[in-house]
């Protein structure tokens, strides 16, 4: 039960949080290497987190339960979206706004020296592909990015599925009564598949915005929501509590439905997973989480507890800005290559990339983001 932890976090959610990034580090340090060799070590590492990429979808159901809790208890609040909005502001703006400034900075000041030395595709120059971030826009188009805006920017695009989410779900929460936001998180998890296979199929539109579109991805953050909702009605979490067998033998159903797509459709823009894949993926999510809330003593929630998974997890919103261009940095400094893992050199290069990105985050934690954080929460909802 939630009422056993301390006010403040939760651990068992920071260990599924850090889950959640190892799995998206692992995946972009490991994916697409120069082998196909089944006897070599990394092809195996490879194929074995081929669907790493769903780290992401872990966290939009953690958002959609963390979000979805904190609206519902404080909905009757008289600074309701005063303090939603600069609690959530203080969080994510100011590191991600830096990390845009940065480019823009690098790019004005080095900009010509890349491009004379690596070729005029070695930048992206500044224009609405940089600067529609901003406005979290990025995820309205499939944008070409080049050279160093590449690992700068291409995993941002959930942070503006995110932030999308964060717009719209003060006012549902709000709006609706408990039993109406019930019956539209519903809606919402049964139509969002429905939309993506009405767009890959009726229309034209490129399947990489079928992946990061909002009303595309929304079913794994209503999962989440609905998952909150549920968790605040007492006889729900009884039940919980007296049928953990039957939740177990659920999950073993949706762990196998998941491997089924790792072992036979394991890319993000498959048929398989655009059509049920993400959703069948935000369910096993939520059904993990819930068990580790139900069941503090039980396997789930061990491992969530565990030291380390807790710590990525505190620091995981840096880490995952910053991950790909701390790998890109330094296999360019270190090898003067890709990043790949080609050889044993190649993989201490890229584990020394994973540890200098958690020292980066932890640096930003404790300087720049706890900070920032400590002042949104001076916003009250009472």
């Known amino acids: 039960m939630l009422e056993r932890n301390p006010p ?16 998206v580090l692992m995946y972009h340090y490991t994916l697409r290497q120069p082998t196909h060799d089944p006897h070599m070590f990394r092809f195996y590492l490879e194929n074995l987190f081929l669907i790493g990429w769903s780290g992401v979808d872990l966290f939009f159901v953690l958002s ?45 000041v080095a900009g010509a020296a890349l491009g ?6 070695a930048i992206t120059k ?25 690992p700068w920017f291409i995993s941002l695009w959930s942070l503006a599925v995110e932030e999308q989410f964060y717009l719209v779900s003060p006012l549902v929460v709000r709006l609706f009564s408990r039993r109406n936001l019930g019956v539209f998180l519903v809606t919402v998890i049964v139509g969002a598949p429905l939309l993506r ?26 999962v989440g929501m609905l998952a909150a909702l549920l968790w605040r009605e007492p006889h729900f979490r009884k039940w919980l509590s007296s ?15 998941v491997a089924a797509l790792w072992k036979w459709s394991p890319l ?30 039980g396997p789930i929630a061990r491992l969530a507890r565990v030291r380390w998974l807790r710590e990525l997890g505190r620091v995981s919103y840096c880490m995952y800005i910053i991950h790909s261009v701390v790998g890109a940095v330094c296999h360019a400094l270190l090898r003067r290559a ?28 404790k300087f720049f983001e706890g900070p920032m954080l400590r002042l949104g929460h001076g916003f009250k909802y009472s």
């Not at 609040?77 to 823009?104: E, G, H």
């Not at 592909?129 to 160093?148: D, E, M, R, S, T």
């Not at 034209?204 to 079928?210: D, R």
């Open 338 to 365: 890709p990043p790949a893992i080609s050889d044993w050199r190649s993989m201490g290069v890229t584990v020394l990339a994973g540890f200098v990105t958690y020292a980066v985050a932890w640096l930003s934690w």
């Open 126 to 150: 500044p224009g609405f592909a940089i600067y529609g971030h901003f406005l979290f826009l990025q995820n309205f188009a499939v944008i070409p990015f080049v050279g160093l805006a590449k």
């Open 116 to 121: 004379a030395r690596y070729g005029s595709e």
């Open 243 to 257: 049928n953990t067998r039957i939740l177990y033998g659920m999950l073993a159903v949706l762990f196998a439905g």
């Open 268 to 297: 993000n823009a498959s048929w398989a997973m655009e059509s049920v894949g993400f959703t069948c993926l935000a369910f096993f999510y939520v059904l993990t989480l819930l068990l580790a809330l139900t069941t503090p003593g």
């Open 64 to 108: 959609g339960f963390l979000i979805g809790g904190i609206l519902l208890d404080a909905r009757d609040s008289a600074s309701y979206f005063k303090t939603f909005y600069m609690r959530r502001f203080f969080r994510i703006i100011p590191i991600y706004y830096a990390w845009i400034l940065t480019y823009i900075l690098i790019v004005s």
């Open 8 to 23: 403040g976090r939760i651990p068992e959610l920071d260990g599924l949080r850090g889950t959640a990034i190892f799995f």
């Open 197 to 222: 296979v009405a767009l890959l199929r009726g229309t034209h539109i490129h399947g990489q915005l079928v992946y990061v579109l909002m009303p595309c991805r929304a079913d794994s953050l209503a």
